[in-house]
Nanobody, 119 residues
């Protein structure tokens, strides 16, 4: 069984910074892409940033230059540093990991962590 546990959300003023962390645990053979998504009230879940096992990253246009995704493969962890936060960044943030357990691969999701940016 595989679990993703997120931490690091919270309340911050516009212009501030937050750091999110997501750790995968369980019967993990290998982890491929890891990503952060977010879902604001009344909106669809959207991809924020994704990073490959080799460290190549891509970002949504709305966060490029402000957010940085990184990963620690030894700890099965993905991080996201969020700077210059805007009220429109307010959402529940979810991590996703493409994990192969040795018997098969699938996407796993974390439970979500709330990020609230006040104006």
């Amino acid at each position: 069984q595989v679990q993703l546990v997120e931490s690091g959300g919270g309340l911050v003023q516009a212009g501030g910074s937050l750091s999110l962390s997501c750790a995968a645990s369980g019967s993990i053979f290998s982890i491929y892409a890891m990503a952060w998504y977010r879902q604001a009230p009344g909106k669809q879940r959207e991809l924020v940033a994704v990073i490959t096992s080799g460290g190549s990253a891509n970002y949504a246009g709305s966060v490029k230059g402000r957010f940085t995704i990184s990963r620690d493969n030894a700890k099965n962890t993905v991080l996201m540093q969020m700077n210059s936060l805007l009220p429109e960044d307010t959402a529940v943030y979810y991590c996703r990991a493409d994990i192969y357990t040795g018997t098969g691969g699938q996407n796993y999701w974390g439970q979500g962590t709330q990020v609230t940016v006040s104006s």
